[in-house]
């Protein structure tokens, strides 16, 4: 019992002060820090073991609003990320990343440091994944990383008899990172390296301990995995800029021809530039990249086609949108070309994706005051003090989300495809409650797409309406799997697009069943909590066929 004391008076104590904090009027004081019974460590075996575990047993002490919220400029948080997660060199971290502290704008942040342009990291790598994943540059990657998905699923040996399968996502996740890495690396860096793809995995198993801090000697494994990720992208770079050295560093329009596309090419144009940066550093970003781009759309991908294909009704459906987005649908066993347009527009295939995406993304976003402390309601932090915010939460908010009806029930546990769909004459329809609607959403709620689209002349009508349509106003921090503010992931339109033409694709070149026993279902793995979507926990066994097709498909 004697051993027990410390720990139960640990947990007294702190109690006793989260309440006096939180009873207390004092503007500006310090935010509370929940309950811990464990002396001088507090929190830190909890966050080590599940993060998510210790946010959704305090949640019930933290569930005040704040009517009230301020912008905060923050330092970039992916310095814990290039440096934990990836690798970069320990001394480049505090001269180098973290120094940098001008911020993401071609202007620098008021109050920010003397850097001379060329080596304003963050800025740089900024300006490059606008550039090249949601503006200009998107479309020809975009092009090239369905042509090769839609290579990869038909050369994959499934001919027209059922083929059971261990696992849906095992299947997805190796097929698309292989052509995902063709699309933008090029393809010398899986030819000179052939088992790059399962020894990415094995790195991505290993983040959630990487990203805690653990030293090489408590998880020798995991640093194992990415060392042997980084020498492989050194190798690589060392051999591409060779051949471009033999090309007369030639510059190429869309695609680049050793380096796969132009994103990666001016991205190690720019990088060759910064004194600092070495091969090292160079493999940890491309590395960082490689994750940005994979981790999180390759599992939504899966997510995606889970919930599609494990409801008939719901496949026949989405079925008909697909079918109408094929460009050549006069051509029935001819390759299949789809209107990418026509995909985006698609309020139910637009609904299907925000869902996976409620449903299955749990990041923490972080956020460190950098030039003086930060006030939020009564309470103020410190400058250069780490703030999170949960996704998981804002996307669970039973205050905030529409559930559907007593008889028509849909709890935000559970996947609904129409969630995000707002239908005419409807009060119990769109994502939101409709009494926060009334106190929230001063405006009708309308379709806001995220990505330009071209309107028909029929839509410009303003006589036409239309009966059901997509709708994420009101959501502002309810819906937020790619962060927000002025770090909001640049990427999102890149990833939204490879997870409709992913199953643009499969849906169109396959027939799969999920083998699972009424009320068996596939559930995340919560272990990733933090890190963005979710993969899967257990197993999705299925079957899958090839449908009638006379040649390899072409996407555009």
Known sequence: MLLLLPFA????????????????NVRGRRAPLVPYSIPVVGHAMAFAFSV???????????????????????????????????????????????????????????????????????????????????????????????????KTMLSSGIGGVWLEMEDLFD???????????????????????????????????????LVKGFPSFMVPRSWAARRKCLDSLKHWKAYVEKLVDADGRTFYEGLDPHFGSQFIRQRHEGFNKMEPMNADSIASEDLAIMWAANSNAIPAAYWFLYEIFRDPGLLGRVRSEVDG??????????????DLEALIKSPLLQSIYAETLRLQTAILIARMPAREDYQLGDYSFKKDRLLVAASYIAHHDTKVWNQGTVDDPHPLNQFWAERFLLKTGSDHSGPL??????????????????????VDSAMEDSAVQPEVKYSTDGLAGAWVPYGGGQSLCPGRHYAKQEMLMTFAIMSTCFDIEILQEPGEVTLPDLGYFGLG???????????????TFRKDSVVE
């Open 533 to 547: 979507v979710l993969p899967p926990k257990n197993k999705t066994r299925c079957r899958i066929r090839r449908r």
């Open 9 to 24: 008076a640990t947990y007294i104590i702190t109690s006793l002060l989260f309440k006096a904090t939180g009873w207390s």
């Open 325 to 338: 987005a094929r460009t050549n649908a006069h051509e029935p066993d001819a390759p299949p070309r789809f």
């Open 52 to 150: 998510a575990d210790l946010i959704q047993d305090n949640l019930h002490l933290c569930a005040n609003e704040l009517d009230n919220y301020s912008p905060i400029r923050f330092k970039a948080s992916v310095v814990i990320a290039i440096d934990r997660l990836f690798g970069t060199p320990k001394h480049l971290v505090p001269s180098f990343y973290d120094h940098d502290d001008t911020g993401y704008d071609g202007k620098p942040d008021s109050g920010s440091r003397d850097v001379a342009p060329h080596l304003r990291i963050h800025h740089t790598v900024h300006v490059q994944v606008i550039k090249y994943l949601s503006g200009s540059g998107l479309k020809p990657m975009t092009n090239k990383l369905m042509e090769n998905i839609a």
């Open 171 to 209: 299947f997805c996740k190796l097929k698309l990172l292989h052509a995902s890495i063709n699309s933008m690396f090029g393809e010398y860096l899986t030819a000179l390296h052939p088992d790059f793809v399962d020894d990415y995995w094995k790195f991505d198993d290993c983040t959630t301990t």
């Open 433 to 454: 409650l409709q009494s926060y609607r009334k106190k929230h959403v001063d405006i009708p709620a309308t379709t806001r797409p995220e990505l330009p689209v071209r």
